[in-house]
């Protein structure tokens, strides 16, 4: 499994209609965040097709196209690339010549497999954000065991208390220091 490392967008022209695909990498669920940003950008744009997977949450939109020919293709992309915690939207400026349900379909799947080709990803593993408190002496010990892990938050108060993200591995590892699972999800690997 995976996610898009970064924001990434690219435009294809299909008889003169214009799709911009805008790949997202999804940190939290705010989806509707992106969508008005996307909106905001390109106010004038025919359609916002977008679909996206957030842990087990999958959904799909074809905004006024035909039923079926923006929104689950992209998803079909999604899954089939094994992309989570992922957003994609295609904007569509129509240019005046109709495409016909095959070749929405058709569009709209290049849009994404053409920003794909130009897209970094990391890879994607089960784990846990946690909430782990120990004493200012243990910060060395902690800090080596945690390596790369991603620390989003870090308190110094009577005691050290961290908020992290962890792989079922590493988890297991710190078990000592009592961490307290804040959330099961889903993490970026760590090289």
């Known amino acids: 499994m995976k996610m898009i490392h970064e ?3 690219n435009e294809i022209v299909i008889k003169n209609s214009r799709f911009i695909c805008i790949l997202f990498p999804l940190l939290d ?5 992106y969508l008005q940003q996307v909106k905001e ?5 025919t359609h916002y097709c977008y679909a996206y997977q957030f842990d087990q949450i999958k959904h799909s939109s074809d ?7 923006a929104g689950m293709p992209l998803l079909n992309v999604l899954e089939k690339e094994e992309l989570n915690h992922t957003l994609v939207v295609v904007v569509r400026y129509f240019g005046g010549i109709k495409l016909g349900a095959g070749g929405l379909v058709r569009a709209y799947t290049k849009s994404l497999t053409e920003t794909l080709k130009i897209s ?4 994607l ?3 846990y954000q946690i909430q782990i408190t120990f004493p200012y002496e243990e910060e060395k010990n902690v800090n080596y065991l945690l390596g790369n892990s991603l620390i989003t938050k870090k308190d110094y108060l009577e005691n050290i208390t961290y908020t992290c993200f962890v792989n079922f591995d590493l988890y297991d590892k710190i078990l000592p220091y009592h961490p307290l ?4 999800c889903i993490i970026k690997k760590t090289p």
């Open 29 to 33: 669920d705010k989806i509707d965040s």
């Open 63 to 69: 905004d006024g196209e035909p039923g079926g020919t």
């Open 120 to 123: 970094l990803f990391d890879e």
């Open 181 to 184: 699972i804040l959330e099961k």
């Open 41 to 45: 950008e390109y106010p004038k744009a």
């Open 125 to 127: 593993e089960d784990g």
């Open 7 to 9: 924001i990434t967008s």
